[in-house]
């Protein structure tokens, strides 16, 4: 069964700093691939996804994830993070079988300071 | 256009009952998925439903069961409440296979 690692479960920043978040998946075939961000008090929204092609997709609020097919990674970025970027993040995978279930990373909580 | 509604936002059961949650998706979209989040085991899928028919299951035990209407709602139940049961029940729908999945706000169970 596919699994997705992220490996930092807590993140703290100050404003202005620059952001990485990691996710590794373990799957051998064809993946659809996803960022969500779950804000304090909020539902799950997508922040971007990756489905083929280019392999630096961006997606809102300056987010940007680079997929890397040797490494089966999929990093989240944004260059400048703000106090508003303050949120749990989530990796996830769909394998491309036609099924709809997606695989989530245990989730990286961002805490961002003024 | 509406997003993902479920009822009720929140609810309270104590051991031994059962339960029901309500998923309304978004209008047109024909998929619901349902999944748990716990602090301690995240979010895992539950199931998976596609024009009233179930096509995948996680793996929760016989007392999680589901249903999908042929206007696309659907309805998760669970029987036999544990403890271990409190958690976010997110309910989220999509167009097509393998899209983006939206999601709903959840529903919160605590079991008693």
């Known amino acids: 069964a596919q699994s997705v690692s992220q490996h930092n479960h807590h993140v703290i920043l100050s404003e202005a700093a620059s952001l990485e978040l990691g996710c590794n998946y373990s799957?051998?075939?064809?993946?659809?691939l996803f960022w969500y961000v779950q804000y304090p008090g909020q539902h799950l929204q997508l922040l971007l996804k990756?489905?083929?092609?280019?392999?630096l997709v961006k997606g809102i609020k300056g987010f940007e994830a680079e997929f890397i097919k040797s490494k089966f990674s999929f990093n989240l970025r944004k260059p400048s993070v703000q106090w508003s970027d303050t949120a749990e993040y989530f990796c996830a995978v769909n394998p491309y079988t036609g099924r709809r279930a997606l695989t989530f990373g245990s989730g990286t909580r961002l805490q961002v300071q003024p | 256009k509406a997003g993902v509604t479920q009822t009720p936002r929140y609810l309270i059961k104590t051991r031994g009952q059962q339960v029901t949650l309500s998923c309304s998706p978004i209008s047109g979209h024909r998929s619901v998925s349902w999944y748990q989040q716990t602090p301690g085991q995240g979010l895992q899928f539950l199931f998976e439903y596609f024009s009233e028919t179930q096509r995948n299951k996680g793996n929760f035990p016989g007392r999680f069961s589901g249903r999908q209407f042929s206007n696309s709602r659907s309805e998760m139940n669970v029987s036999t409440l544990e403890l271990g049961d409190s958690a976010l029940y997110l309910c989220?729908?999509?167009?097509?296979?393998?899209?983006?999945?939206?999601f709903g706000p959840g529903t919160r169970l605590t079991v008693l």
């Open positions: 989220a729908s999509s167009s097509q296979a393998g899209d983006e999945q939206f």
């Open positions: 990756y489905f083929s092609g280019d392999p």
């Open positions: 799957y051998g075939g064809t993946v659809n």
